[in-house]
Nanobody, 124 residues
Framework: QVQLVESGGGLVQPGGTLRLSCAAS????????MGWFRQAPGKEREVVAA????????KYADPVKGRSTISRDNAKKTVYLRMNSLKPEDTAVYYC?????????????????WGQGTQVTVSS
């Protein structure tokens, strides 16, 4: 079992920067790939970014590519997300997740554990 807790959400102005963190805890076998997803009201959960266990392979969704950075600290079992140039369309509940392999998964079904989510609202 793995418990994930996101932090860093809140109100961010357009053009601003978002910084999220997610710490894993509990009885676990190992921490594999980790990812960030988001879900806006009435929409399906979608990937934002994912990172492999070794921190060297990352994947980003097209809407955030070039303005986002995902990183992780395996010793702390923590994954981070930085997103620049925020837009109102970035407003969503952001979730972190632990996957099932050492490669960065990009789909919801590829992840085994999920955090409770943190609300991010981009508005003036």
């Amino acid at each position: 079992q793995v418990q994930l807790v996101e932090s860093g959400g809140g109100l961010v102005q357009p053009g601003g920067t978002l910084r999220l963190s997610c710490a894993a805890s509990g009885s676990i076998f190992s921490i594999n790939d980790m990812g960030w997803f988001r879900q806006a009201p009435g929409k399906e959960r979608e990937v934002v970014a994912a990172i492999s266990r070794n921190d060297y392979v990352t994947k980003y969704a097209d809407p955030v590519k070039g303005r986002s950075t995902i990183s992780r600290d395996n010793a702390k079992k923590t994954v981070y997300l930085r997103m620049n140039s925020l837009k109102p369309e970035d407003t969503a509940v952001y979730y972190c997740a632990v996957g099932r392999s050492v490669v960065p998964g990009t789909e919801v079904g590829m992840y085994a554990y999920w955090g409770q989510g943190t609300q991010v609202t981009v508005s003036s």
